[in-house]
Nanobody, 118 residues
């Protein structure tokens, strides 16, 4: 069973930066859409950014220009660089892997808390 382990969350002031990391237990990045999602208290989980096999990226409008998703296949790691953080970015951030070849499956990490104070 593939496991995803996130790290890098924490508390920062508005305008600060954090980098989240998601390490996969196996080499899966080239056959999965890797994504970062977040869930704020009382709200639904939402897509923040994802990266497709081959490197195409996609971002939520609310984070465009501030967040960058990247991957290092050799390290089985996906990153989310978050700059110019805002209090509205406060949430639990989850790593997600969606396998694009058969058999299809989906994995989630345990989540990491990001808190941005004003």
């Amino acid at each position: 069973q593939v496991q995803l382990v996130e790290s890098g969350g924490g508390s920062v002031q508005a305008g600060g930066s954090l980098r989240l990391s998601c390490v996969a237990s196996e080499s899966i990045i080239d056959i999965n859409i890797m994504g970062w999602y977040r869930q704020a208290l009382g709200k639904q989980r939402e897509l923040v950014a994802n990266i497709f096999p081959g490197g195409t990226t996609n971002y939520a409008d609310s984070v465009k220009g501030r967040f960058t998703i990247s991957s290092d296949n050799a390290k089985n790691t996906v990153y989310l660089q978050m700059n110019s953080l805002e209090p509205e970015d406060t949430a639990v951030y989850y790593c997600n892997a969606r396998r694009v070849i058969i058999p299809r499956n989906e994995k989630w990490g345990q989540g990491t808390q990001v808190t941005v104070s004003s």
